[in-house]
């Protein structure tokens, strides 16, 4: 991890600890953490945080190492659900996507610290990054979840994966079951 990614990080932490907003790591840094390491250029993050709070967190993130990507920052926050944020000095950017959901909201309070250099921050557990890369559908993020898979192997809780799968599957109208049963197939979990 380069310095201006752990720079970012930790700096990162320290502007939502005043705030006090809970959050979790889910991007390619999580994805390094859990599965396959890749190379990343941003920081992806969930936060516990609604729109009117993001919108209120811009204020007090003006005295930080951060500053909005955008000019209409508030539009996107009210139409995307996320924050795009950039540190000033590294030039890092920080894509805050705001925990709206359960699911996201169970995802932040079950993450793990981590370790980065000097800074400890949460960082999803693998089980939740899993069912993120799988609703999100893309090649990379199919990629990633056969990594976490790899990787995790049998400490993964597929009990908990095709139990909440299976409730996203309802909520989202995607099947994420099938896609479950076929990784655990071919990671040769029974």
Do not use: C
């Amino acid at each position: 991890m380069n310095d201006a990614i752990q720079r970012t990080l930790a700096d990162l932490g320290r502007a939502l600890r005043t705030p006090r907003i809970p959050f979790a790591l889910v991007g390619g840094i999580a994805v390094a953490v859990r599965g396959n390491p890749r190379f990343t250029a941003d920081i992806d993050i969930v936060a516990a945080a609604d729109v009117e709070h993001a919108i209120g967190l811009l204020e007090q993130l003006a005295a930080t190492s951060f500053e909005p990507l955008f000019p209409e920052v508030e539009e996107i926050i009210r139409t995307a659900f996320i924050v795009p944020l950039r540190h000033r000095v590294t030039g890092v950017g920080v894509d805050m996507a705001l925990g709206l959901t359960g699911f996201e909201r169970d995802l932040i309070a079950r993450a793990e610290k981590v370790r980065f250099g000097r800074t400890s921050l949460p960082v999803a557990r693998a089980e939740d990054l899993l069912l993120l890369k799988l609703t999100a559908g893309r090649p990379r993020d199919a990629d990633d979840a056969r990594g976490i898979v790899a990787r995790q192997g049998a400490r993964l809780d597929w009990g908990y994966l095709l139990a909440v799968g299976a409730e996203l599957s309802s909520a989202l109208a995607q099947d994420l079951v099938p896609q479950l049963y076929r990784l655990r197939g071919d990671a040769g979990e029974a």
